[in-house]
């Protein structure tokens, strides 16, 4: 039965998301002459219910379009549904950027109900992780958005690649994704984008979207250099971010030098929930983060967890902009290994449960590649919304049993009956439903 303990505020239900996103695009200027045939919206929307249904192409999406124009207008709002050649050729002028505020939109509906508070990691501050992640690759087929990695055989790979960036938390499995970064070659150069030029142009979108939102940005290795830790710094954004000692021998030298002279803070604690599992903490604050950013302060954590069941030990180490001390030393630590949700609930979330990720929906001419990238990220956020604060989502997807599942119920109940609204599909997926008997209509 549908739960009765928990309520759910009215605009965070999926039926509201969906209102506030078909108004969010309606506000995204048509540069068509004329207007187009099917106004921006619908074909917006058109794009959007692709993702959102988890159909695994838009020639599926197409061939059932006309039978399903009621449930898209009704749920979607869609008054017109644009086929998949208008989905392509529209969407492909379109610029990435516009969608943005729908990202924003939804944020800010999670921090007007309260229930984004349930993310709060430390200090009042959430914990944001960033990445990339390969979103196409092909041998044969590409556009301009594409970049090109040469081999020694004198072929060709063409790929894309986007840089993820989520709201995480070590104790939900839940992530918030936000807006992407692609990380795709940039108007006037003929040069490969990387993560790093990705991320600098991340930072600034960032802060123009969430000017109050207080995060801690926790990311691997290879942003744990001075130039990306000014960048946080000037983008008011705290820091928990990997170090290996074989990039940073000045930082890991120091601490060597601190133990040898008893400086630095070493102890050791028992797991309260596994006794077999035991924490040892070293930390040494203030000190430089390498020999090119001397003058650049950081606080180092070096973390071991070691098994005596198993015998298993794993090692880490992060910079911070936290003073560091036995008090917060292991919440420190649990942030720092939540970065790992970017890839395990994030991107294999949207690899290997339905979203179809590194499908190929189009490549165009223009943005449709990177605009098709920002409707399945959206598709995704509202889901993930309401997992964190839908009871009827939870307890729809808890029945189904997976993911998979849920969307193949889901879509197989919008094409079949008619359907008024999501809740109507999640409350018969929780329930359950009468079937009638099959009426086949005859000719005379």
């Known amino acids: 039965m549908i739960p009765t303990k928990k309520t759910i505020k009215k605009c965070l239900s999926k039926d509201a998301q969906l209102s506030v996103l078909r108004h969010t695009f309606g506000q995204i200027p048509d540069r068509r002459h004329g207007g187009g045939k099917i106004p921006l919206v619908d074909v917006l929307m058109s794009g959007y219910a692709v993702f959102d249904l988890k ?8 061939d059932r379009r006309c039978l399903d124009a009621d449930n898209l207008k009704r749920i979607y709002g869609i008054s017109q549904v644009a086929c998949d050649t208008q989905i392509r050729s529209v969407l492909d002028t379109i610029n990435p950027a516009l969608l943005r505020a729908n990202f924003s939109a939804i944020t800010a509906q999670l921090q007007r109900g309260k229930a984004l508070e349930q993310l709060v990691f430390h200090e009042g501050h959430y914990l944001l992780s960033m990445d990339g992640t390969g979103s196409y690759s092909s041998k044969n087929v590409s556009s301009a958005s594409c970049q090109v990695k040469k081999h020694r055989n004198g072929t060709e790979t063409y790929y894309q690649q986007v840089l993820g960036a989520a709201l995480v938390h070590p104790d939900h499995r839940v992530v918030i994704p936000l807006a992407p970064e692609m990380i795709i070659p940039q108007d006037g150069t003929t040069k490969n984008d990387c993560e790093r030029n990705a991320a600098k142009r991340f930072l600034p979108k960032f802060r123009a979207d969430y000017p109050r939102l207080p995060v801690i940005v926790i990311e691997d290795g290879l942003s744990s250099n001075g130039p990306h830790i000014l960048d946080l710094q000037e983008h008011n954004m705290r820091f928990i971010l990997g170090v290996k000692p074989g990039d940073h021998l000045l930082l ?7 133990i040898k002279l008893g400086t630095d803070t070493t102890f050791t604690q028992i797991d309260r929930k596994n006794p077999e599992i035991i924490h040892t903490f070293c930390f040494l604050n203030e000190t430089s983060l390498n020999q090119a950013n001397q003058e650049l302060k950081v606080n180092l954590l070096v973390y071991e967890e070691y098994n005596t069941k198993t015998g298993k030990l794993q090692r880490f180490s992060w910079v911070t902009d936290f003073l560091i001390t036995r008090d917060n030393a292991y919440t420190l630590m649990r942030g720092g290994r939540c970065r790992w949700k970017i890839e395990n609930e994030t991107f294999n979330t949207l690899k290997n449960q339905g979203y179809h990720f590194e ?19 959206l598709a995704f956020l509202v889901d993930q919304t309401q997992q964190l604060c839908s009871p009827l989502f939870q307890a729809a997807l808890q029945k189904a049993g997976s993911k998979r599942a849920l969307w193949d119920q889901q879509r197989s109940l919008f094409h079949s009956y008619r359907i008024d609204s999501m809740a109507m599909i999640y409350t018969a997926i929780v329930n359950g439903f009468e079937q009638s008997e099959l009426n086949i209509i005859y000719d005379e």
């Open 55 to 62: 159909d695994p192409s838009l020639l599926a999406f197409d």
């Open 252 to 258: 890991f030298d120091n601490l060597s030098e601190a």
């Open 359 to 377: 499908h190929n929906y189009g490549l165009g001419k223009e943005h449709l590649s990177e605009v098709f990238v920002m409707l399945m990220m």
